[in-house]
Nanobody, 125 residues
């Protein structure tokens, strides 16, 4: 199982970024998959999760309306669209999955078993 995240970078406050996660070694039609982030000195937190068997998404309130998760079934890729970014969104963002978890809500409230490398997102003027 491999998860390859990309798309991070430096963006000004109010700007947008789209992160991508290419999944290999399993098919995105069973497990839940999502995006987590960790800022310096803070615990890792979930920002968006998706159930690949029914496309139900879960986005926590603190990013709801600004972050959205989606997937391209033909490419085995998931995306995190981030709009109206704030300095407090600065963190390393990780793509993660759990082959034994099918619920987006449950994945976002647990610790996934599979992790990709992180991609840095910096929001600064």
């Amino acid at each position: 199982v491999q998860l390859q995240a990309s798309g991070g970078g430096l963006v000004q406050p109010g700007g947008s970024l789209r992160l991508s996660c290419d999944a290999s070694g399993f098919t995105l039609n069973r497990p839940a998959i999502g995006w987590f982030r960790q800022a310096p000195g803070k615990e890792r937190e979930a920002v968006a999760c998706l159930s690949t068997n029914n496309d139900i998404t879960y986005v926590p309130d603190f990013v709801k309306g600004r972050f959205a998760i989606s997937r391209d079934k033909t490419k085995n890729t998931i995306y995190l669209q981030m709009d109206n970014l704030r300095p407090e969104d600065t963190a390393v963002y990780y793509c993660a999955a759990d082959l034994g978890q099918f619920s987006s809500y449950a994945l976002c409230h647990s610790r996934p078993t599979e992790w990709g490398q992180g991609t840095q997102v910096t929001v600064s003027s």
